[in-house]
C-alpha cells in the first residue's frame, strides 16, 4: 500500500515536472507563469525548443514594442495638435492610427501568443513553433515590402544595385497595393497555424 502510495507520489511528482516543461493542462506553475499579453513572451520563449521560433520572440517583441511606442506617440502628438478642432475628420483620423496600429501588432504578436497558448494547453510541438516563426518573419519582410511599395517620392532612395530591379518594380506600383504583401502573409500565417496545430 505504502509502494501504491510511494509510486503514486513519484508519478506524480514525474508528471508535474514534464506539466512544467511541456505546459501541460492544468500546471499550476505553468499557468501562472504565463500571466497575459507580457507573461506571454517569457513564456514561450521558455517553453519552446525551437531556435527560429525563440529567436522570433526576441526580434518580434522588441519590434512589436518598438511599432507600440511609435503608434501611441503619434497618436498623442495627432491628439495635441488637434487639440481645440470639433470632432469630423481629426476624430477619423484618430481612430484610423488606432486601426492601423492594431493591424500592424496583431499578427506581430499572433505567433507568440499561438505558441504560448499552445504550450499551456496541450504541450509543445517543435513543427508548429517554427511554422509560426516563421509566419512571423514572413509578415516582418511583408511590412518591408508595404512600406517600400507606399514610400512617397521623396523618401525613396537609390537601392544597391544587387536589388535595384526589384525595388524599381515596387516604386512602379501603385500606393493602394502597399496593403497587399502583409494580407498574403498574414493568411500564409493562418494557414500554417491550421496545418501544424
Do not use: C, W
Not at 39 to 48: D, E
Amino acid at each position: 500500500m505504502s509502494e501504491g502510495e510511494d509510486g503514486a507520489a513519484t508519478d506524480g511528482g514525474v508528471a508535474e515536472a514534464g506539466g512544467d516543461g511541456e505546459g501541460a493542462p492544468g500546471d499550476a506553475e505553468g499557468a501562472s507563469s504565463y500571466g497575459g499579453f507580457f507573461g506571454a513572451y517569457p513564456y514561450a520563449f521558455r517553453q519552446s525548443d525551437s531556435r527560429l521560433f525563440r529567436s522570433y520572440v526576441v526580434l518580434g517583441g522588441l519590434l512589436t514594442a518598438f511599432v507600440v511606442l511609435f503608434f501611441v506617440t503619434a497618436l498623442v502628438t495627432l491628439v495635441a495638435n488637434t487639440v481645440g478642432t470639433v470632432g469630423g475628420t481629426f476624430t477619423f483620423v484618430r481612430a484610423f492610427y488606432i486601426v492601423v496600429g492594431l493591424a500592424v501588432v496583431a499578427p506581430l504578436a499572433a505567433p507568440v501568443l499561438l505558441v504560448a497558448r499552445r504550450h499551456r494547453r496541450v504541450g509543445g510541438k517543435a513543427d508548429y513553433d517554427g511554422a509560426l516563426a516563421a509566419s512571423g518573419y514572413l509578415f516582418l519582410f511583408s511590412l518591408y515590402l508595404a512600406l517600400v511599395i507606399s514610400a512617397p517620392p521623396g523618401a525613396r532612395s537609390d537601392p544597391p544595385a544587387a536589388i535595384a530591379p526589384l525595388v524599381e518594380f515596387l516604386y512602379g506600383l501603385s500606393p493602394a497595393t502597399g496593403a497587399v504583401p502583409p494580407l498574403v502573409a498574414i493568411a500564409l500565417g493562418y494557414l500554417l497555424h491550421r496545418h501544424y496545430r
